[in-house]
């Protein structure tokens, strides 16, 4: 509104978050992150409905929010606006914007042509971004590069244990203030050859109201020393509980690594006695459950979970892994600690 319209005073109501403005006029700012904050809007009538990043929000919400378009004005015509990253195609905004069907029972939504849609993308507003940014953009993996660069829905994969759908609908901004404990997982590659795996490396803090969130990935491809040397900066700087690191490659080898560098650290060894797939899907459940959110976004982990089916033939998820490995350490260590302190 400044750069817009510099001459237009505007009065902040910090209570209740609405602008007021001179002629009468009110911009109210919601959120939809709680219950409370639903109900409040159930009271309210409205002339234009903005929903910025509706791939996070639900499908009934969003009728929700249709029900509040019904403030009569005689200068204005009521409107819904929406932006988005493009999900995947099994959203409900494909469905609405696109297919123009309800995405409950398929059926045809009542006045299709009153639902439109364009796409833009970061390009288009090239002269207002930093070439960084753009470069950024440019070098994520495929899929990312064209949902957030080229303005893409992208295609669910068949047998895929997370989707885009899921990962959106979790994704939180920044970490709580109720973190109580953090886990760096650890998924060691043998060497740092070009033919030789990634060595995953994922922060995960849990909070006191039981819901994890995954927040770093340092996962490159490292000499024994070199990532030894990462995951103790890593154990430090995000004052992490413990590293959970997978003892299979080399047996003790992990741990004897991690010492070279740090004898301090508060290491667990975890043997992989089960396959990939057996063990991430606990961590995909909790995940449909909203228990687990991705911190911002982290492209190249979410590249290898919305690509994992464990099927033969598939690249080592070595991000996926860490993560993995960090999330199921943090739900057994609540476990341990309930039946100590219950016995």
């Known amino acids: 509104m400044r750069m817009c319209f510099p001459a237009l005073t505007m009065t902040l109501n910090q209570q209740d978050w609405y602008y007021q403005l001179p002629n009468r006029s009110q911009i109210w700012l919601f959120g939809y992150d709680s219950k409370e904050r639903v109900d409040k809007i159930l009271g309210t009538e409205w002339n234009t409905i903005y929903l910025n990043e509706c791939s996070m929000l639900e499908y009934y919400l969003m009728t929700i929010l249709l029900t509040r378009l019904s403030r009569k004005s005689e200068h204005l015509v009521n409107k819904m606006y929406f932006d988005q990253n493009p999900p995947a195609r099994s ?138 040397t990462v995951i103790a900066a890593t154990y430090y700087g995000q004052r992490a509980d413990r590293v959970v690191a997978e003892r299979n490659y080399g047996g003790d080898m992990v741990e004897s690594t991690l010492r070279t560098v740090d004898k301090e650290m508060n290491i667990i060894q975890v043997n992989a006695t089960r396959g990939k797939i057996v063990r991430a899907e606990p961590i995909s459940g909790l995940f449909e459950q909203g228990l687990v959110h991705i911190v911002g976004t982290l492209p190249e982990l979410e590249d290898e979970l919305v690509h994992f089916t464990g099927q033969p033939g598939e690249k080592s998820p070595n991000r996926l892994d860490a993560m993995v490995w960090a999330i199921t350490d943090l739900m057994e260590t609540i476990k341990k600690e309930f039946w100590v302190s219950a016995i």
């Not at 029972?105 to 970061?122: G, L, S, Y």
């Not at 070098?139 to 829905?153: H, K, N, T, V």
């Not at 994922?202 to 020393?225: C, M």
């Open 91 to 228: 959203h409900w905004t494909f469905s609405v914007f696109h297919k123009k069907e309800n995405p409950e029972n398929k059926t045809a939504i009542p006045d299709p042509d009153k639902w439109d849609v364009f796409r833009m993308n970061p390009m288009g507003n090239r002269e207002n971004l930093s070439s960084d940014y753009i470069a950024t953009l440019e070098a994520l993996p495929e899929r990312q590069r064209r949902r957030f660069l080229m303005g893409e829905y992208l295609e669910d994969i068949e047998g895929a244990l997370w989707n885009e759908n899921i990962l959106d609908k979790n994704r939180v901004d920044k970490l709580p203030d109720s973190i109580v404990t953090t886990a760096i997982g650890v998924d060691p590659a043998g060497s740092s050859k070009t033919e030789s795996a990634e060595t995953g490396i994922v922060a995960v803090s849990k909070s006191r109201e039981g819901h994890y969130y995954v927040f770093l990935d340092r996962t490159g491809k490292y000499t024994p020393n070199g990532w030894a």
